[in-house]
Protein backbone atom coordinates (compact mmCIF):
# COMPACT_ATOMS: atom_id res chain seq x y z
CA UNK A 1 0.00 0.00 0.00
CA UNK A 2 1.07 3.10 -0.28
CA UNK A 3 2.28 5.64 2.83
CA UNK A 4 -1.21 6.34 4.06
CA UNK A 5 -2.74 7.32 7.15
CA UNK A 6 -4.35 3.79 8.54
CA UNK A 7 -7.79 3.91 9.79
CA UNK A 8 -9.51 2.52 12.60
CA UNK A 9 -11.85 -0.46 11.72
CA UNK A 10 -15.27 1.57 12.86
CA UNK A 11 -14.18 4.88 10.97
CA UNK A 12 -13.19 2.54 7.48
CA UNK A 13 -16.64 1.50 7.31
CA UNK A 14 -18.48 5.03 7.18
CA UNK A 15 -18.66 5.18 3.81
CA UNK A 16 -20.20 1.60 2.82
CA UNK A 17 -16.63 0.22 2.07
CA UNK A 18 -16.74 -3.47 4.70
CA UNK A 19 -13.29 -5.02 3.68
CA UNK A 20 -12.21 -5.25 7.46
CA UNK A 21 -15.08 -7.21 8.62
CA UNK A 22 -13.63 -9.85 6.32
CA UNK A 23 -10.21 -9.11 7.21
CA UNK A 24 -11.17 -10.22 10.85
CA UNK A 25 -11.19 -13.79 9.19
CA UNK A 26 -8.51 -13.44 7.60
CA UNK A 27 -5.14 -14.71 8.62
CA UNK A 28 -3.15 -12.06 9.43
CA UNK A 29 0.08 -10.43 10.27
CA UNK A 30 -0.28 -8.65 13.89
CA UNK A 31 2.16 -6.14 14.63
CA UNK A 32 2.86 -3.94 18.26
CA UNK A 33 1.77 -0.20 17.68
CA UNK A 34 4.91 1.39 19.53
CA UNK A 35 4.64 5.19 20.83
CA UNK A 36 7.75 6.66 19.85
CA UNK A 37 9.01 9.93 18.79
CA UNK A 38 9.79 11.11 16.11
CA UNK A 39 9.24 8.77 13.18
CA UNK A 40 12.48 8.02 11.43
CA UNK A 41 12.77 6.44 7.74
CA UNK A 42 16.25 5.71 7.04
CA UNK A 43 17.67 3.14 4.60
CA UNK A 44 19.36 3.05 0.69
CA UNK A 45 18.08 6.62 -0.83
CA UNK A 46 16.66 4.77 -4.40
CA UNK A 47 17.25 8.04 -6.35
CA UNK A 48 21.00 8.37 -5.45
CA UNK A 49 21.85 4.60 -3.84
CA UNK A 50 23.09 6.68 -0.75
CA UNK A 51 22.40 6.26 2.71
CA UNK A 52 20.31 8.65 4.40
CA UNK A 53 17.90 9.30 7.22
CA UNK A 54 15.07 11.47 7.67
CA UNK A 55 11.78 11.83 9.02
CA UNK A 56 8.18 11.36 7.21
CA UNK A 57 9.02 14.44 5.20
CA UNK A 58 11.05 12.21 2.94
CA UNK A 59 8.30 11.22 1.43
CA UNK A 60 6.94 14.57 0.82
CA UNK A 61 5.77 15.82 -2.83
CA UNK A 62 7.35 19.29 -2.87
CA UNK A 63 9.53 20.22 0.15
CA UNK A 64 11.61 16.98 0.32
CA UNK A 65 13.80 16.31 3.61
CA UNK A 66 16.61 13.09 2.85
CA UNK A 67 19.53 13.78 5.06
CA UNK A 68 22.63 11.51 3.30
CA UNK A 69 24.77 13.35 6.04
CA UNK A 70 25.69 15.92 9.06
CA UNK A 71 25.13 18.39 6.85
CA UNK A 72 21.78 17.73 5.46
CA UNK A 73 20.53 17.36 9.36
CA UNK A 74 21.80 20.90 9.82
CA UNK A 75 20.36 22.32 6.83
CA UNK A 76 16.94 20.81 7.11
CA UNK A 77 16.49 20.11 11.16
CA UNK A 78 16.34 22.04 14.80
CA UNK A 79 16.62 21.20 18.10
CA UNK A 80 15.38 17.88 19.37
CA UNK A 81 15.07 16.26 15.96
CA UNK A 82 18.09 17.31 14.27
CA UNK A 83 20.09 15.91 17.56
CA UNK A 84 17.60 12.63 17.05
CA UNK A 85 18.71 12.62 13.31
CA UNK A 86 22.45 12.99 13.78
CA UNK A 87 22.62 9.94 16.29
CA UNK A 88 20.71 8.05 14.08
CA UNK A 89 22.95 8.56 10.96
CA UNK A 90 25.50 7.55 13.12
CA UNK A 91 24.36 4.53 14.95
CA UNK A 92 21.70 2.54 12.56
CA UNK A 93 23.24 0.23 10.74
CA UNK A 94 23.35 0.78 6.57
CA UNK A 95 20.63 -1.18 4.68
CA UNK A 96 20.38 -1.22 0.98
CA UNK A 97 16.41 -1.64 2.51
CA UNK A 98 13.88 1.63 2.83
CA UNK A 99 13.31 1.51 6.93
CA UNK A 100 10.46 3.26 8.99
CA UNK A 101 10.60 2.95 12.92
CA UNK A 102 9.50 5.10 16.15
CA UNK A 103 12.64 6.56 18.06
CA UNK A 104 12.52 5.10 22.02
CA UNK A 105 15.19 7.46 22.91
CA UNK A 106 19.19 7.21 23.87
CA UNK A 107 20.55 4.19 25.70
CA UNK A 108 21.41 4.99 29.22
CA UNK A 109 17.92 4.35 31.27
CA UNK A 110 15.20 1.45 31.83
CA UNK A 111 12.23 3.60 31.32
CA UNK A 112 11.37 5.92 28.64
CA UNK A 113 8.61 8.24 27.81
CA UNK A 114 8.99 9.58 23.67
CA UNK A 115 5.42 10.45 23.35
CA UNK A 116 1.76 9.26 25.74
CA UNK A 117 3.15 5.59 27.03
CA UNK A 118 6.29 5.38 29.35
CA UNK A 119 7.73 1.88 28.44
CA UNK A 120 9.92 -0.18 30.87
CA UNK A 121 12.55 -2.58 29.67
CA UNK A 122 13.55 -5.34 32.34
CA UNK A 123 17.14 -4.03 32.59
CA UNK A 124 19.18 -0.76 31.96
CA UNK A 125 19.76 -0.22 28.20
CA UNK A 126 23.67 0.41 28.49
CA UNK A 127 24.68 -1.71 25.71
CA UNK A 128 23.36 0.45 22.85
CA UNK A 129 23.48 4.18 21.61
CA UNK A 130 19.84 4.28 20.71
CA UNK A 131 16.87 2.53 20.68
CA UNK A 132 14.16 2.33 17.47
CA UNK A 133 11.19 0.44 16.80
CA UNK A 134 10.95 -0.62 13.15
CA UNK A 135 8.02 -1.69 11.51
CA UNK A 136 7.57 -0.51 7.91
CA UNK A 137 9.80 -1.70 4.88
CA UNK A 138 9.25 0.55 1.87
CA UNK A 139 9.93 -0.21 -1.60
CA UNK A 140 11.09 2.28 -4.16
CA UNK A 141 12.50 1.80 -7.68
CA UNK A 142 13.41 5.63 -8.26
CA UNK A 143 12.02 7.85 -6.00
CA UNK A 144 10.86 8.05 -2.50
CA UNK A 145 7.76 9.84 -3.15
CA UNK A 146 6.48 6.32 -5.25
CA UNK A 147 7.32 4.35 -2.12
CA UNK A 148 4.53 1.37 -1.12
CA UNK A 149 4.75 0.69 2.17
CA UNK A 150 4.52 -3.43 3.57
CA UNK A 151 4.66 -4.70 6.96
CA UNK A 152 7.79 -5.53 7.85
CA UNK A 153 8.32 -9.37 9.23
CA UNK A 154 12.00 -9.81 9.62
CA UNK A 155 13.90 -9.27 12.78
CA UNK A 156 16.48 -6.44 12.61
CA UNK A 157 19.42 -7.17 14.06
CA UNK A 158 22.55 -4.77 14.22
CA UNK A 159 26.09 -6.25 13.82
CA UNK A 160 27.64 -3.15 16.00
CA UNK A 161 25.09 -3.34 18.77
CA UNK A 162 24.99 0.60 18.60
CA UNK A 163 21.52 0.60 18.02
CA UNK A 164 18.42 -2.08 20.39
CA UNK A 165 15.90 -2.95 18.06
CA UNK A 166 12.35 -3.45 19.86
CA UNK A 167 10.36 -5.65 17.93
CA UNK A 168 7.45 -7.26 20.29
CA UNK A 169 5.94 -10.35 18.95
CA UNK A 170 1.91 -10.18 18.16
CA UNK A 171 -0.77 -12.96 18.21
CA UNK A 172 -3.64 -13.66 19.06
CA UNK A 173 -4.61 -15.40 22.51
CA UNK A 174 -6.82 -18.67 21.88
CA UNK A 175 -6.27 -19.89 25.68
CA UNK A 176 -2.91 -21.51 25.85
CA UNK A 177 0.30 -20.39 25.06
CA UNK A 178 1.87 -22.72 22.37
CA UNK A 179 4.96 -24.45 23.00
CA UNK A 180 6.52 -22.33 19.62
CA UNK A 181 6.60 -19.17 18.17
CA UNK A 182 5.32 -20.09 14.54
CA UNK A 183 2.60 -21.62 16.24
CA UNK A 184 1.12 -18.50 17.61
CA UNK A 185 -2.77 -17.70 16.34
CA UNK A 186 -2.71 -15.04 13.48
CA UNK A 187 -6.45 -14.95 13.05
CA UNK A 188 -9.44 -13.73 15.33
CA UNK A 189 -11.66 -16.72 14.11
CA UNK A 190 -13.14 -16.46 17.80
CA UNK A 191 -15.55 -13.18 16.39
CA UNK A 192 -17.04 -14.57 13.20
CA UNK A 193 -20.68 -14.87 14.95
CA UNK A 194 -20.24 -11.18 15.76
CA UNK A 195 -18.82 -10.41 12.17
CA UNK A 196 -21.42 -12.51 10.30
CA UNK A 197 -24.18 -10.48 12.67
CA UNK A 198 -22.85 -7.13 11.26
CA UNK A 199 -22.89 -7.98 8.06
CA UNK A 200 -26.28 -8.45 8.19
CA UNK A 201 -26.64 -5.37 10.12
CA UNK A 202 -25.30 -3.45 7.38
CA UNK A 203 -27.88 -3.96 4.55
CA UNK A 204 -30.08 -1.59 6.70
CA UNK A 205 -27.28 1.26 7.33
CA UNK A 206 -27.72 4.40 5.79
CA UNK A 207 -23.69 4.94 4.64
CA UNK A 208 -22.49 8.33 4.20
CA UNK A 209 -20.36 10.20 1.46
CA UNK A 210 -16.39 10.89 2.33
CA UNK A 211 -17.26 14.32 3.16
CA UNK A 212 -19.71 13.49 5.90
CA UNK A 213 -17.63 10.56 7.02
CA UNK A 214 -14.97 13.13 7.78
CA UNK A 215 -17.25 15.57 9.34
CA UNK A 216 -18.49 12.33 11.78
CA UNK A 217 -15.02 11.34 12.48
CA UNK A 218 -13.85 14.91 13.64
CA UNK A 219 -16.94 14.57 16.02
CA UNK A 220 -16.11 11.60 17.41
CA UNK A 221 -12.84 12.38 18.41
CA UNK A 222 -14.00 15.53 19.71
CA UNK A 223 -16.09 13.17 22.16
CA UNK A 224 -13.27 11.09 22.99
CA UNK A 225 -11.09 14.00 23.54
CA UNK A 226 -13.93 15.31 26.01
CA UNK A 227 -14.65 11.83 27.59
CA UNK A 228 -18.10 12.18 26.10
CA UNK A 229 -19.80 8.69 25.01
CA UNK A 230 -21.00 8.10 21.73
CA UNK A 231 -24.69 7.24 21.40
CA UNK A 232 -26.59 6.84 18.24
CA UNK A 233 -30.09 9.08 19.61
CA UNK A 234 -27.36 12.15 20.22
CA UNK A 235 -26.74 11.79 15.69
CA UNK A 236 -30.79 11.78 14.96
CA UNK A 237 -30.10 12.70 11.20
CA UNK A 238 -27.19 9.53 11.15
CA UNK A 239 -28.78 7.24 13.88
CA UNK A 240 -28.16 3.99 11.85
CA UNK A 241 -24.45 4.37 10.98
CA UNK A 242 -23.24 5.39 14.00
CA UNK A 243 -25.04 2.12 15.71
CA UNK A 244 -23.23 0.15 12.63
CA UNK A 245 -19.93 2.15 13.78
CA UNK A 246 -20.37 1.56 17.31
CA UNK A 247 -21.16 -1.97 16.58
CA UNK A 248 -17.75 -2.44 14.75
CA UNK A 249 -15.83 -0.54 17.22
CA UNK A 250 -17.03 -3.30 19.87
CA UNK A 251 -15.85 -5.82 17.16
CA UNK A 252 -12.73 -4.27 17.17
CA UNK A 253 -12.57 -4.39 20.90
CA UNK A 254 -13.18 -7.50 21.10
CA UNK A 255 -10.25 -8.97 18.93
CA UNK A 256 -7.87 -5.95 20.97
CA UNK A 257 -8.80 -8.51 23.86
CA UNK A 258 -7.53 -11.35 22.17
CA UNK A 259 -4.21 -9.58 21.26
CA UNK A 260 -0.86 -10.25 23.07
CA UNK A 261 2.64 -9.88 22.57
CA UNK A 262 5.90 -11.44 23.68
CA UNK A 263 9.36 -9.96 23.39
CA UNK A 264 8.55 -6.26 24.03
CA UNK A 265 8.97 -3.59 27.08
CA UNK A 266 6.42 -3.56 29.68
CA UNK A 267 4.17 -0.44 28.53
CA UNK A 268 2.12 2.21 30.93
CA UNK A 269 -0.09 5.43 30.50
CA UNK A 270 0.76 7.47 33.96
CA UNK A 271 0.89 4.96 36.54
CA UNK A 272 -1.32 2.41 34.95
CA UNK A 273 -0.17 -0.95 32.94
CA UNK A 274 -1.25 -1.41 29.61
CA UNK A 275 -1.28 -3.91 26.70
CA UNK A 276 0.42 -1.42 24.35
CA UNK A 277 -0.62 1.61 22.59
CA UNK A 278 -2.26 -1.21 20.39
CA UNK A 279 -1.84 -3.47 17.54
CA UNK A 280 -1.72 -3.41 13.58
CA UNK A 281 -3.71 -5.76 11.77
CA UNK A 282 -2.21 -6.78 8.20
CA UNK A 283 -4.05 -8.83 5.82
CA UNK A 284 -4.64 -9.23 1.99
CA UNK A 285 -7.59 -6.72 2.01
CA UNK A 286 -6.06 -4.18 3.81
CA UNK A 287 -4.26 -2.68 7.44
CA UNK A 288 -5.89 -1.45 10.18
CA UNK A 289 -5.14 -0.08 13.47
CA UNK A 290 -6.59 -1.57 16.41
CA UNK A 291 -6.32 0.86 19.28
CA UNK A 292 -9.02 1.38 22.40
CA UNK A 293 -9.30 5.21 21.62
CA UNK A 294 -11.25 5.86 24.84
CA UNK A 295 -7.70 4.98 26.69
CA UNK A 296 -5.00 6.18 24.78
CA UNK A 297 -6.35 8.58 22.22
CA UNK A 298 -8.12 10.24 25.11
CA UNK A 299 -4.52 10.61 26.67
CA UNK A 300 -3.29 11.33 23.54
CA UNK A 301 -5.22 14.42 22.76
CA UNK A 302 -5.49 15.91 26.55
CA UNK A 303 -1.42 15.65 26.95
CA UNK A 304 -1.66 17.91 23.78
CA UNK A 305 -0.08 15.74 21.17
CA UNK A 306 -2.92 16.12 19.40
CA UNK A 307 -3.88 13.93 16.21
CA UNK A 308 -5.35 10.98 17.76
CA UNK A 309 -4.26 7.30 17.55
Keep these: MKN ?26 LSVKIDGAP ?13 FVGTKSVFNKKKIMINECHADIDQNHKGQVAEILHACFDYLPWTDQIIQGDFIGFGGDREYTPNTI ?11 AIIMAPHTVYTAESDLRDAIAA ?9 DGECKF ?26 RESVE ?7 AVEFVSEKEAKRLTKVFNACIRQGIEIESYDFPDNESIVNFWLLVKSIKEDALRLCRYAHGPNAYIDQDRITAEGFVM ?17 ANFNMGVGAPA
Design 118 to 128: TYEFPFVVDDA
Design 197 to 203: FAKVMAG
Design 39 to 51: AIVWGKNPATGNF
Design 166 to 191: VQPVAYVWDGQYPAFEDDFKTDFAQL
Design 282 to 298: HTESGSWKLVNREVFSH
Design 151 to 159: PLKDEMVDP
Design 4 to 29: IHLDHPEDSILTGTLAVLDAFLMTCF
